[in-house]
């Protein structure tokens, strides 16, 4: 016979392992990858989603039970709209994506009057027309890249800046922050062009040549990874001799073999955020490639949701309310804090050359 003593330890441990078990298995999570999988986005969404497929399997081996469901919108603002509507209808109140800002617009309201939850992994509300209620913007201000822009160009000791961008939210935003740069760094805008998305290579080169016609030093540049890379052919065809900085969609032209290493070799840079080399690593040993821009805050938004629904009673009002309170996520991306706006706080960017 076993004695009293014993018998209650025993009881007790048999209490902690079922109170343990019954915790792991009551951990659900349900979710919807609201992404343009096809369309405009489509490269940015499937790394996105790839990096959201490394965070489901963490979570697994975890004890998470995952209800984890994929929509395609085919980058159409339009279906952006009613398969959210739809997904909601089914009982998903917690979002990832969409991709693109003028998605995310498009269903900003939804978000807000539906006591839906929307992680964002591109966006910012400067670009996503401010700031909505239930949207979390995983993305840091553009706005912040410009002390890194300024220690770069007076370290290059550029002067005179050509800005050539596309029309809409995206190309002015960022119109803005070179032109700041420039003037903080003691230089001068010499001229600025805009273009339509998916301009053609002809075009291009006359609106390079204008650059070379006042003396540019450097051209700052932005959009979609084709046009970035018709930026860079541009260039290289007329044989100008200002050099090129843009944001990291340059990499983005590099994985689509839309430009190749030789053609950014010379003197042509990119602004973007760092990416965790463990999680490098460990992404590629997944899926045999480089993280695209955006596929550790894809990983980094199912994680924060899995954690904010394990800290509160995982009702849709206490994960937006605990998202709001001003907690730090320490993620693959980052130290994550929501300000009143629904966006990260400080971004690690560099200035760093194109063919690396």
């Known amino acids: 016979m076993i004695s009293r003593t014993t018998a209650i330890i025993l009881s007790l441990i048999v209490l902690a392992v079922t109170r343990v078990s019954v915790g792991e298995d009551s951990k659900s999570l349900k979710v919807a990858a609201l992404l343009g999988l096809t369309g405009g986005a489509a490269y940015h969404s499937a790394g996105i989603r790839k990096g959201i497929e490394l965070a489901a399997e963490d979570l697994k081996a975890r004890g998470w039970q995952i209800d984890l469901r994929y929509e395609d919108d085919q980058t159409n603002p339009t279906k952006t709209v009613s398969a959210m ?28 009057n539906n006591d839906l939850v929307a992680m964002v992994p591109a966006g910012s509300s400067e670009i996503n027309g401010g700031a909505a209620q239930g949207v979390f913007n995983l993305c840091p201000s553009r706005t912040q890249q410009v002390p890194y822009l300024v220690e770069w160009l007076k370290r290059q000791g550029y002067h005179r800046g050509f800005i050539v961008t596309p029309n809409g939210d995206w190309g002015e935003i960022h119109r803005r922050v070179f032109a700041r740069a420039v003037k903080d760094a003691g230089g001068s805008v010499v001229g600025e062009e805009q273009f339509d998305y998916g301009i053609d290579i002809s075009s291009l080169r006359t609106i390079l040549l204008k650059g070379a016609q006042v003396n540019a030093d450097v051209v700052f540049t932005t959009g979609a990874g084709d046009d970035v890379a018709n930026v860079v052919r541009a260039r290289n065809a007329l044989h100008l ?3 090129i900085l843009s944001t990291a969609d340059i990499r983005d032209a590099l994985a689509l073999k839309l430009v190749s290493h030789a053609d950014v070799q010379q003197d ?51 994960v937006r309310s605990f998202l709001n309170s ?23 960017y560099q200035v760093f050359k194109a063919a690396l």
Do not use: C, H
Request: no cysteine; hydrophobic share 40%; glycine share 12%.
């Open 85 to 112: 509507q739809f997904l909601s209808s089914q009982g998903y109140k917690s979002f990832i994506g969409p991709t693109w800002s003028f998605q995310v617009n498009a269903v900003r309201e939804i978000v807000a």
């Open 268 to 318: 042509v840079f990119a602004i973007g955020l760092t990416v965790s080399s463990d999680f490098k690593m460990r992404y590629m040993a997944r899926f045999g490639e480089q993280p695209s821009l955006y596929s550790d805050r894809g990983y980094d938004a199912l994680m924060i949701l899995a954690e904010a629904t394990e800290r509160t009673d995982g009702s849709q009002n206490a």
């Open 326 to 348: 001003g907690v730090e996520f320490s993620g693959v991306s980052g130290k994550i804090k929501f300000d009143n706006r629904g966006d990260v706080g400080a971004g690690d």
């Open 241 to 243: 001799s200002f050099s």
